[in-house]
């Protein structure tokens, strides 16, 4: 399945490098010879509930926009130090999409609609991924419960898919770390609510809860994170293990 998803990114290549439209088909015909089976995670309560809230204790008590700064030269050099080259043409994306871990919906997270990325991380950034979603999942159950998952909103992008978002986000950078499998987002603003029936949570708590998971692996030097205010979601990117790269100041100070 994740050589089916990489002939996708190969026929979004060939494309932009005008390569010619007559051979599309042919990798269109390959991918959908391989249909995958239904994700039962994929599917999700339209909205969450909005009445009879039980608030949820939180040991995040400064701001999200401090605790989090890590400069985005910090996370492009941590990304470049782990992760694969940018994805420029249909070679480098059989290349380098070797080894790469398709990232699907689960018991612990939601993959949202992807406009300007593609599901897959280097492994290290999707045993972190898993592993901020497992703990969410943990703690809110420790706190007195709650059905609900974080919201991943971003992956894998590529200099073409850059480019369009730039076009649409007047915020994006022309150098992402997105493009190294390392980076990912994960919405604070949005959550999925499985079972309404359950113990209802506000947004604000779940979000806090979020930080407070995330924080504690960014102690534990497993990645750096940026508070961004214009997405709303936390922007993450996961250090690879025995890699040290040269990215000067740890934090720019705001």
């Known amino acids: 399945m994740r050589r089916l998803v990489f002939i996708a990114l190969v026929a979004i290549m060939l494309s932009a ?7 599309l088909p042919r990798v269109l015909t390959a991918i959908l010879a391989d249909t995958p089976a239904p994700n039962p995670y994929d ?7 909005d009445g009879g809230c039980i608030r949820l204790r939180s040991n995040i008590h400064v701001p999200l926009a401090r605790l989090f700064n890590d400069s985005n030269h910090v996370h492009l050099a941590q990304a470049r130090a782990g992760g694969i080259r940018p994805v420029e043409g249909a070679a480098m994306a059989w290349e380098e999409g070797r080894g790469l871990v398709e990232i699907k919906s689960n018991p612990y997270f939601y993959v949202d609609e992807l406009s300007h990325s593609y599901p897959y991380l280097k492994p290290h950034a999707a045993d972190l991924l898993m592993e901020i979603g497992r703990r969410f999942s943990d703690t809110l159950a420790a706190r007195g419960g709650g059905a609900y998952r974080m919201k991943v909103t971003s992956l894998l992008r590529t200099p073409l898919s850059v480019g369009k978002l730039r076009r649409v986000n007047r915020n994006a950078t022309g150098e992402s770390a997105h493009q190294y499998a390392t980076t990912f987002d994960i919405s604070y603003s949005k959550f999925i609510c499985d079972d309404p029936s359950q113990t209802h949570r506000t947004f604000e708590d779940l979000k806090n809860l979020l930080a407070e998971i995330v924080d504690g692996l960014r102690s534990e030097g497993r990645c750096l994170v940026k508070h961004e205010r214009h997405q709303a979601c936390f922007h993450i990117t996961a250090i690879a293990p025995g890699v040290v790269a040269d990215d000067g100041n740890h934090q720019q100070q705001e």
Request: overall charge negative; some cysteine.
């Open 17 to 23: 490098c005008g390569r010619g439209d007559e051979e």
């Open 43 to 49: 599917k999700h309560a339209d909205s969450a509930p």
